[in-house]
């Protein structure tokens, strides 16, 4: 890295970017069935599951309200993810025939489509100013689609790549991983939650009874990380009401498993069929290894997930280099 270049701050010059990285927009990559041979060989895909696989490690065992160290760089993230919330309430849904897919979204949506750099801007060092515009585009794509008013897993993997982005560039750094799911992605759940309720969202691309959730994937894997080797709960215990109650604010999967039972009525066996199958397997870390393998098989190796993903210079579309 040639250092002589330019004047890092002296806490950043470890992970920075070499001076000459050329930021990009990231633009979709993925247009046919063919193409996703492309992804899986990407160096995007190595980093990106790299980085679930890194954070599920980090959380393992731990609860929500675990002792972990906030950085500045956590902060200004939950403050990030607090303005969008506080839009979602100078945005009241509006009377419309259809029950389904508020248009108030669209104009939700357009707010943060206008200041997404500028809210990036407040979370990057100015040293790096230049890779806003690439580490925004994932922001934006993180939220829903505003056409057809959707949310999806595809959406929720946007986020997960605006944090590896920011990891890759240095904001983020290796201590940070614990906070990077307890503290910025379950307030990102809450955001979306929250988007989803108020514009009666539809899911992007769900299977229905058969699909894990409608909406999410990630805090299920993460979520069963942090229950490995709990001294009683166990996986059949994640579909009694009472055992959810007492333990929801510790575990983000329980954390979930409320939130469907709020949106869904009728048996949990019908409306949630996969997570009522996993509720049968007999440990957390075997869940936790089934929910890494059907993450990739159902939403990284599903064309229809994987066409919108989009690719720059901090998550590239190359085959992967040794090294």
């Not at 590896?164 to 809450?190: M, S, T, W």
């Not at 993450?295 to 993903?309: S, T």
Request: glycine fraction near 6%; include cysteine.
């Amino acid at each position: 890295m040639a250092e002589g270049e330019r004047q890092p701050p002296p806490d950043s010059s470890e992970e920075a970017p070499p001076a000459t990285q050329n930021f990009i927009i990231p633009k979709k990559e993925i247009h046919t069935v063919p193409d996703m041979g492309k992804w899986k060989r990407s160096q995007a895909y190595a980093d990106y599951i790299g980085f679930i696989l890194t954070l599920n490690e980090g959380v393992k065992g731990k609860k929500l309200t675990f002792e972990y160290k906030v950085s500045e760089a956590i902060e200004k993230l939950v403050a990030l993810l607090n303005t969008l919330d506080r839009w979602i309430d100078e945005t009241p849904p509006v009377d419309q025939p259809s029950r389904f897919g508020n248009k108030a979204y669209r104009t939700w949506y357009a707010k943060l489509d206008e200041e997404a750099e500028n809210l990036v801007a407040t979370v990057v060092p100015t040293h790096l100013a230049a890779a806003v515009p690439e580490v925004a585009v994932y922001l934006k794509e993180s939220v829903g689609n505003s056409t057809r008013i959707d949310y999806g897993t595809g959406h929720e993997a946007a986020f997960a790549a605006f944090l590896c982005c920011l990891c890759k560039i240095g904001v983020l750094r290796v201590d940070d991983q614990i906070a990077i799911v307890f503290k910025v992605f379950n307030r990102y759940l809450e955001v979306m939650r929250k988007l989803q309720k108020t514009y009666r969202m539809e899911p992007a691309g769900s299977q229905g009874v058969w699909g894990l959730d409608d909406f999410q994937f990630l805090p299920f894997i993460w979520g069963s990380s942090q229950l490995i080797d709990h001294p009683y709960l166990e996986p059949r215990h994640f579909v009694d009401e009472k055992a959810v109650n007492e333990n929801h604010k510790d575990y983000m999967f329980l954390e979930c498993i409320l939130f469907i039972t709020e949106m869904k009525t009728g048996p949990f066996a019908e409306h949630s069929n996969q997570l009522w199958n996993i509720s049968a397997v007999p440990s957390w870390s075997k869940v936790n290894q089934g929910l890494i393998r059907m993450y990739k098989a159902e939403c990284l190796e599903k064309f229809p997930v994987i066409q919108h993903f989009k690719f720059g210079s901090l998550l590239p579309i190359h085959p992967v280099t040794s090294g």
